[in-house]
């Protein structure tokens, strides 16, 4: 029998909150909610979650640094609600290790869609990331990416160059990277990732995301070594070789 799995929510709009509460609990997860950001606070420091919903604007503060605080003890899921919608917001909550962020008004459906796909998702993260230096420095050839800032970087002839990616293609970069070793098919990433708007990515769009990212992580992409196509099946970042 599977465990339930405990959420944490904090979001200060009583209605939102029970209406939440009442959604998540229908869909067997157990729910404990905070108000605030010192209620929050109180509560990370003593408990452990599957998964986490943020609320940005609080009264005392805002969701970020809960997002902070909860980052720097685990991998927890964190997933940001948000009366904005613009991608300064998006790319903040994303650059403090946020999962995924949805814009009020939302559909509860598409909420826990978006739930059940990060949690399936981390739940079945590929053991084949290598970090560095403890950091959070992830290297796939000659691709550096730090987390801890949202920065990636490319090594050629001996200089390290920023590479810009929008915060779309950083979030499917990042897919990949959790997932090293395993073909993610189309519908998959589709199901996993949404655009800056709070919308599903159709298929097309998805096929522009793909080429863009190659376009700028690839000594080829015509011919590319690091996001494979697996005809007939989908993409895959392979696992390093060991020596």
Not at 100 to 107: G, S, V, W
Not at 153 to 170: Q, W
Request: glycine share 6%; with cysteine; hydrophobic share 40%.
């Amino acid at each position: 029998m599977d465990t339930v799995k405990e959420i944490f929510l904090l979001e200060d709009d009583k209605a939102i909150a029970m209406g939440l509460v009442y959604s998540l609990e229908k869909e067997g997860y157990r729910v404990t909610h905070a108000e605030n950001v010192k209620q929050a606070m109180e509560t990370i420091a003593n408990r452990s979650f599957a998964f986490c919903i943020l609320d940005i604007n609080l009264p005392d503060g805002n969701g970020y640094e809960v997002c902070k605080a909860i980052k720097e003890n685990s991998d927890t899921p964190v997933l940001f609600l948000t009366a904005y919608d613009d991608e300064v917001n998006v790319i903040m909550g994303l650059e403090l290790g946020a999962d995924d962020y949805i814009c009020k008004p939302f559909r509860v459906r598409e909420l826990m869609a978006r739930i059940k796909a990060i949690l399936r998702r981390t739940e079945g993260k590929s053991e084949g990331v290598r970090t560095t230096d403890g950091e959070g420095i992830m290297k796939i050839q000659d691709i550096c990416i730090h987390t801890k800032d949202a920065k990636v970087f490319k090594v050629a002839n001996g200089e390290r160059k920023e590479i810009e990616l929008t915060a779309m293609e950083y979030r499917l970069l990042l897919i990949f990277i959790n997932n090293r070793g395993v073909v993610l098919s189309r519908n998959g990433l589709l199901e996993d990732i949404w655009d800056v708007s709070g919308d599903f990515v159709n298929d097309n769009t998805l096929t522009v995301y793909i080429k863009r990212l190659r376009d700028k992580i690839e000594d080829d992409p015509a011919n590319p070594q690091i996001i494979k196509t697996v005809r007939g099946l989908g993409y895959i970042l392979e696992k390093e070789e060991k020596p």
